[in-house]
């Protein structure tokens, strides 16, 4: 079974194509994941998913390159949502639930205006690994390279962001910088997971592998590299299963990710009972 | 005039028509414990975002003659955040270090001194969440001091902390005072600690009601400020007397 799987994946490049995005695509929100967690902002990829939906339609409307038009889309909710939230002082829960559901009525309104045939929007929502192509595969590598350079570069930034920002302002760390930077990058990580996960999926890629990280890591970079290797191991696994009992991958890597989550914890709790 | 660490002047702040304070001018000098005290909504922690740099839109003059080092009121403690008691306490450290340019190892040695002088150096690869109230109390009190501050502000740094665990705190802060020749301004609701602990109580309930050596305050002075609140004024003043033996 394994054995047809590798000759498959040498074989269709549809099916190389699609692993490689799944493990970058694992990687990307796995990495940001620890930050959104622990700054409680899991409500974020949420929006920023249903953002891209409006920028996706608009993008369909248009006739453009609506992954272009859905990351441009992402981008301008993660600055209005940080703009909205400093300004005037609202929470960032309110505003994403006010953008949030903007978004999808304005890609619902472009829709309708589409005449004819319209792309797989299904797929969309809930990921497709047909549509990744090798285009996609880069540019996700791309992403990849420059999030963990901003991670790299930026880790007691991140850590201290994350841990308290009021005094890290007070100590003079950019915050502004990593906020913004954080928010866009996690918007990116979104548009970029669309075909894989799905819009209403993506949530659970950004949430998942960090909730069950911080329940063993030790330190911030511990829980970073722990996330990134359950969100690797589930995403390769369920393409694996996806393909084996001819299921949609993205559903499947979300239920390999709740997986982890349960061994981890019955693991550590076991542990505890027996020393 | 040469040890004046801190200098406020007419320092005034209002929401709408809301004054929250008016006309509060003191200053303080190296080696001076300042207590402040005051009922609830006094402004005593507006006061202090106003010296640390965190308020806007106020009138009058602040000048600080050095560096500040400040513990906050109520730091969340964030029980299951993976970050080590070293981190934290690195914290303090960033502002002489900055953006891209990493801590070295005579950085990771102060921490470690930090640690030693606060009395927590055993559990600085612990997780900061794990530790007690008064020993996270501690470790804020050794980020505050990591930037070798010329004064040292405390808002309210004994909730969560039980008696005994406040006694030592002080007399942790007296020993600084004198050994990093620093000064302290510490906003507290704990009035019996502040008479014992801070050579000069500040009554504060809007404008300025006293700033006088703590033995020489009258429990006139303490009922000016606190008259709004009667109930808490009487336990003050019984707890006053009883310490003051008057």
């Known amino acids: 079974m394994i054995q047809d799987f590798i000759s498959d994946i040498i074989s269709y490049s549809f099916l190389r194509n699609a692993i490689l995005a799944a493990v970058l695509v694992s990687a990307l929100t796995g990495i940001f994941s620890s930050v959104v967690v622990l700054r409680k902002i899991e409500f974020i990829g949420d929006g920023a998913a249903h953002a891209t939906f409006g920028g996706i339609a608009f993008g369909l409307l248009l006739g453009t390159n609506y992954l272009l038009m859905a990351a441009v889309t992402a981008v301008i909710f993660a600055v209005a949502v940080s703009y909205f939230t400093r300004k005037n002082k609202l929470s960032e829960s309110s505003v994403i639930g006010m953008l949030l559901p903007l978004s999808m009525s304005l890609g619902v309104i472009a829709l309708s205006f589409i005449r004819g045939y319209t792309p797989d929007v299904m797929g969309l929502f809930f990921g497709n690994i047909l549509m990744v192509t090798s285009e996609d595969v880069w540019m996700l590598l791309i992403a990849n390279v420059i999030a963990w350079v901003f991670f790299a570069v930026f880790y007691r930034e991140l850590l201290y962001y994350s841990y308290d920002e009021g005094m890290a302002k007070h100590y003079g760390v950019p915050i502004g910088f990593i906020h913004y930077g954080v928010l866009i990058g996690i918007s990116l990580s979104v548009v970029g997971s669309v075909k894989i996960a799905g819009i209403i999926l993506v949530t659970a890629f950004l949430v998942i592998p960090a909730v069950t990280s911080k329940t063993i890591a030790g330190s911030f970079r511990g829980m970073i590299l722990i996330s990134l290797a359950m969100a690797v191991v589930a995403s390769v696994m369920g393409i694996f299963v996806s393909y084996v009992l001819d299921m949609p991958p993205g559903p499947v890597i979300v239920v390999m990710l709740f997986m982890e989550f349960l061994i981890t914890v019955s693991l550590k709790a076991l542990i505890r009972v027996r020393f | ?227 709004s609140d009667l109930d808490f004024f009487i336990r003050s003043r019984d707890h006053f007397e009883r310490e003051h033996h008057l």
């Open chain 2, 1 to 227: 005039m040469e040890n004046k660490i801190l200098s406020v002047e007419n320092l005034s702040y209002r929401i709408g028509s809301h004054w929250i304070l008016r006309d509060v001018s003191f200053s303080i000098s190296r080696k001076e414990f300042v207590g402040i005290i005051g009922p609830n909504g006094a402004g005593k922690t507006t006061l202090i975002k106003a010296i640390v740099g965190d308020l806007e839109g106020y009138s009058g003059k602040i000048v600080v003659s050095g560096k500040i080092g400040y513990l906050s009121q109520n730091p969340d403690r964030k029980r299951d955040f993976p970050i080590k008691v070293r981190e934290v306490a690195a914290m303090g450290l960033y502002g002489d270090r900055g953006i891209l340019r990493p801590f070295r190892k005579s950085d990771w040695i102060r921490v470690d001194d930090l640690l030693r002088t606060v009395g927590i150096l055993d559990l600085r690869d612990r997780k900061a969440g794990t530790l007690s109230g008064g020993e996270y109390q501690r470790l804020m009190l050794a980020r505050a001091l990591a930037s070798d501050p010329d004064l040292l502000i405390l808002d309210e740094p004994e909730a969560g902390v039980d008696e005994m665990g406040k006694a030592s705190f002080y007399r942790l802060l007296e020993s600084l005072k004198n050994e990093k020749s620093i000064a302290i301004l510490m906003v507290s609701h704990d009035i019996g600690m502040v008479f014992d602990a801070c050579d000069t109580v500040m009554c504060i309930n809007k404008t300025l009601h006293c700033y006088n050596d703590a033995d020489n305050i009258t429990p006139e002075e303490l009922q000016s400020a606190f008259s």
